[in-house]
């Protein structure tokens, strides 16, 4: 899927202009919260921030910066799971769990040896990758999504243990971000 349809359908679900009393970021608009509005330069009311730089901030901050076009090019589906995540928690989290997630498919080492869990996208994440859908064919890239799932639905509901504020909003986590 082409990133621009990717970002088009994040927005569709984020919605225009919100302002929950439960949500710790503030205004958003587009689901870009106000505070990453200013870090871009938009010094205006949230309700007016423009369509066309929520685009440029998703493209920019959480496709090109962390690497998940590079995913892409191996495994399209899972990129896009990571790029959704990573608007939702942060692309390094998001990272994480696919670096977990693979060396915890390793086989104990066996299919290719365990990579750091540095949140980053770099060539031994991608070689384990590339390594990792080698070895399982065309199944690897389903089974990596669920595992990355996974720890994605563990992470929401710990979210709303921790602070219940967040109930306000795991069914929507749960039902619009996952699968």
Not at 82 to 103: E, K, S, Y
Not at 135 to 158: F, H, M, N
């Amino acid at each position: 899927m082409a990133i621009d349809k990717l970002i088009d359908d994040v927005i569709a679900i984020e919605g225009d202009y919100s302002n929950h009393p439960a949500d710790r970021g503030g205004p958003t608009r587009w689901g870009v919260a106000e505070a990453v509005a200013r870090r871009h330069g938009y010094a205006g009311d949230m309700r007016y921030f423009p369509y066309a730089e929520a685009v440029a901030i998703y493209k920019r901050n959480y496709w090109l910066r962390p690497g998940f076009d590079k995913v892409s090019a191996h495994a399209p589906l899972l990129a896009e799971e990571l790029f959704d995540t990573g608007i939702n928690m942060g692309p390094a989290i998001a990272t994480g769990f696919l670096q977990r997630a693979l060396n915890a498919l390793n086989r104990n080492g066996q299919d290719f040896t365990d990579i750091a869990t540095d949140r980053r996208i770099g060539p031994q994440t991608l070689g384990a990758l590339q390594q990792f859908l080698n070895k399982r064919g065309d199944s690897g890239e389903t089974v990596l999504l669920k595992a990355v799932e996974a720890l994605q639905g563990e992470r929401y509901i710990k979210l709303a243990e921790q602070r219940p504020a967040n109930e306000a909003f795991l069914y929507g986590w749960l039902a619009n971000r996952i699968g």
